[in-house]
């Protein structure tokens, strides 16, 4: 089974910028879509950034212009670059890796906290 572990979230103050990152236990295929969600106390889940294996991304409205989403397949990881940080940007930010309803990956989630 495959397991996802996020790193580098952190308290940072607004105007700052984190680096998360996603490690696979197991072999992600080229052919899974990985996505970053987010959720905040009391919210919804929220997608925050999508890319495929061929490299194409799609990122929320709300963070479009400040987060980037990258991947590298022979290492099985994913990276989150956010800058601009704001204080809505506080949310718990997990790791997803999804092909079909049966192959749906998560990881644990690292806390990321931004003071105003």
């Known amino acids: 089974q495959v397991q996802l572990v996020e790193s580098g979230g952190g308290l940072v103050q607004a105007g700052g910028s984190l680096r998360l990152s996603c490690v696979a236990s197991?072999?992600?295929?080229?052919?899974?879509?990985m996505n970053w969600y987010r959720q905040a106390p009391g919210k919804q889940r929220e997608l925050v950034a999508t890319?495929?294996?061929?490299?194409?991304?799609n990122y929320a409205d709300s963070v479009k212009g400040r987060f980037t989403v990258s991947r590298d397949n022979a290492k099985n990881t994913v990276h989150l670059q956010m800058n601009s940080l704001k204080p809505e940007d506080t949310a718990v930010y997990y790791c997803?890796?999804?092909?079909?309803?049966?192959?749906?990956?998560w990881g644990q989630g690292t806390q990321v906290t931004v003071s105003s």
């Open positions: 997803n890796a999804h092909l079909n309803i049966k192959s749906d990956y």
């Open positions: 890319i495929t294996g061929g490299g194409n991304t």
């Open positions: 197991g072999r992600i295929p080229w052919i899974y879509v």
